[in-house]
């Protein structure tokens, strides 16, 4: 079956730091990789996405490379600011499972100022 | 454009209570639907999936039920609540078949058992 792992928190930063989550995923099919971002009280919103194996998804300064090689999707950011503070979910969609989505454990972020 | 309304946005219940969540799906046809369960910092826990009417996948035993009468309706119930059933609930929607497979999340429930 499908499963997705992320790296687990909390993750504690000062703020411009660098971030790095790690996800890794495994998949019958070849999956649509995902992350998504939880602000505190909030639902989930997409934060970026890849369809495809070497496809960059970017947003908001976020960067994730979809690695077929190493089944990984790691999601990084430069400089991290208070804002960013948040619970990160890697997620896949898999067509030979009915699209069925996967989601990873969630890690929390918190960024200090 | 589509949208997808959950609600209520909170919910306080007694133990023993009955349950019923709702969410509708806008501007799309044949989603697919998921109920995910959020424990206080905790991930995701799927606890139902649909890719049709009348078409209910669960993905972890208890005393919940989900149902889809309708192609855009996806209804969490509960005959008689527990304390461990407490926790914040999210509706969400995916495309099936198309190249917009990621999710869309309503805004949550948050549901207290006292």
């Known amino acids: 079956g499908n499963s997705v792992t992320q790296m687990e928190g909390p993750v504690t930063l000062s703020e411009e730091a660098f971030l790095t989550i790690n996800c890794t995923y495994t998949?019958?099919?070849?999956?649509?990789l995902f992350w998504y971002v939880q602000y505190p009280g909030e639902g989930l919103q997409l934060l970026l996405k890849a369809t495809k194996a070497d496809d960059k998804g970017s947003n908001k300064g976020f960067e994730a490379t979809y690695r077929k090689e190493t089944t990984s999707f790691h999601l990084e950011k430069g400089s991290v600011q208070v804002s960013d503070s948040a619970v990160y979910f890697c997620a896949l969609s898999d067509p030979s499972n009915d699209y069925k989505l996967s989601f990873g454990a969630g890690t929390t972020v918190t960024v200090r100022a | 454009s589509q949208t997808i309304h959950q609600w209520p946005a909170t919910l306080v219940q007694p133990v023993g209570s009955p349950l019923s969540l709702e969410c509708t799906v806008e501007g799309t046809s044949n989603p697919n639907l998921y109920w995910y369960r959020q424990a206080a910092g905790r991930g995701l826990q799927l606890l139902f999936y649909s890719v049709g009417i009348g078409q209910i996948s669960s993905e972890v035993p208890q005393n919940l039920s989900a149902s889809r009468p309708q192609d855009r309706q996806f209804i969490l119930s509960s005959k008689k609540l527990l304390l461990s059933d407490s926790g914040f609930y999210l509706c969400?929607?995916?495309?099936?078949?198309?190249?917009?497979?990621?999710?869309?999340f309503g805004q949550g429930t948050r549901l207290t058992v006292v």
């Open positions: 998949a019958t099919g070849y999956p649509s």
């Open positions: 969400a929607w995916s495309g099936y078949g198309t190249s917009n497979t990621e999710a869309f």
